[in-house]
T-cell receptor, first 111, second 112 residues
Framework: ELKVEQNPLFLSMQEGKNYTIYCNYSTTSDRLYWYRQDPGKSLESLFVLLSNGAVKQEGRLMASLDTKARLSTLHITAAVHDLSATYFCAVIETSGSRLTFGEGTQLTVNP | NAGVMQNPRHLVRRRGQEARLRCSPMKGHSHVYWYRQLPEEGLKFMVYLQKENIIDESGMPKERFSAEFPKEGPSILRIQQVVRGDSAAYFC??????????FGDGTRLSIL
């Protein structure tokens, strides 16, 4: 059974600081996703990572994928308050269709 | 181009009643997925359907829960004889073949 683990689960940081969220998964996968969820809202797709070494950046967020280590990172640069949300990584097993989600990282950016 | 439409957004039921959650996929999408999110947790897969077929229901509770995706009309997730533990947000996602899944806004189910 595929397991996806994120850490940290809770992250409080000051504006302007950098930090990284980690996502480990337990079996082979060729598709990894990062989502953002605001309280009471749906999931907003941030990144789709499809191959080893893939790196994608959007604004202050950058995601990377190492399929050999079964690890993805979401790096936050110079955080701002608007980034406060819960971030989920999710993985689809090779030849599978369903998403398996991590527990989520609740990020709070303080002024 | 409308996204994934779920209704109702909020649903309140008393214990023992039935809950019906609807999901209209994005135009052109024939793959539908249902996920459940308990408070303060991640989403858990329930069922994956293509038109008129259940492909994977390994995440569905064995009793009281059923899902369908008829040839015409939305996908329906039905929960019979609801209990307090069914209170959660239920999200539907759709996709075209192996393309990324797009999520609806969810239905928040509350059981009194």
């Amino acid at each position: 059974e595929l397991k996806v683990e994120q850490n940290p689960l809770f992250l409080s940081m000051q504006e302007g600081k950098n930090y990284t969220i980690y996502c480990n998964y337990s079996t082979t996968s060729d598709r990894l996703y990062w989502y953002r969820q605001d309280p009471g809202k749906s999931l907003e797709s941030l990144f789709v990572l499809l191959s080893n070494g893939a790196v994608k950046q959007e604004g202050r967020l950058m995601a990377s994928l190492d399929t050999k280590a079964r690890l993805s990172t979401l790096h936050i640069t110079a955080a701002v308050h608007d980034l406060s949300a819960t971030y989920f990584c999710a993985v689809i097993e090779t030849s599978g269709s369903r998403l398996t989600f991590g527990e989520g990282t609740q990020l709070t950016v303080n002024p | 181009n409308a996204g994934v439409m779920q209704n109702p957004r909020h649903l309140v039921r008393r214990r023992g009643q039935e809950a019906r959650l609807r999901c209209s996929p994005m135009k052109g999408h024939s793959h539908v997925y249902w996920y459940r999110q308990l408070p303060e947790e991640g989403l858990k897969f329930m069922v994956y359907l293509q038109k008129e077929n259940i492909i994977d229901e390994s995440g569905m509770p064995k009793e009281r829960f059923s899902a369908e995706f008829p040839k015409e009309g939305p996908s329906i997730l039905r929960i019979q004889q609801v209990v307090r533990g069914d209170s959660a947000a239920y999200f539907c996602a759709s996709s075209h073949s192996n393309q990324p899944q797009h999520f609806g806004d969810g239905t928040r189910l509350s059981i009194l």
